[in-house]
């Protein structure tokens, strides 16, 4: 079992930043790909960024290419997403999840853990 818990969520202004945490408790996730993704209000949870076992691949949704980064730290067994000029439509709910495999993928179907998310708003 994994357990993932995120943090780091908040209001903010459009144009400022946020550092999100998901931190994994239970059994290591150092061997995962790990993914994060959004779920804003009357929308469908979409991929946001992803990051194979290493870190050496990452992938990006287009509409966070630039402003997004993905980052992990396997002996902390954290994973991080750092969000810069935000604005009003990054709004939404920002769950982290384990892929299945070491590889990044940008598939929901994917990734087996999920957090219980945290919220992003960013005013106008």
């Known amino acids: 079992q994994v357990q993932l818990v995120e943090s780091g969520g908040g209001l903010v202004q459009a144009g400022g930043s946020l550092r999100l945490s998901c931190a994994a408790s239970?059994?290591?996730?150092?061997?995962?790909?790990m993914g994060w993704f959004r779920q804003g209000p009357g929308k469908e949870r979409e991929f946001v960024a992803a990051?194979?076992?290493?870190?050496?691949?990452?992938y990006y949704a287009d509409s966070v290419k630039g402003r997004f980064t993905i980052a992990r730290d396997n002996a902390k067994g954290t994973v991080y997403l750092q969000m810069n000029s935000l604005k009003p439509e990054d709004t939404a709910v920002y769950y982290c999840?384990?892929?299945?495999?070491?590889?990044?993928?940008?598939?929901?179907?994917?990734?087996?853990?999920w957090g219980q998310g945290t919220q992003v708003t960013v005013s106008s």
């Open positions: 999840a384990k892929n299945r495999v070491s590889v990044a993928t940008v598939v929901v179907g994917s990734y087996d853990y």
């Open positions: 990051i194979s076992w290493s870190g050496g691949t990452t």
């Open positions: 239970g059994r290591s996730v150092s061997s995962y790909a």
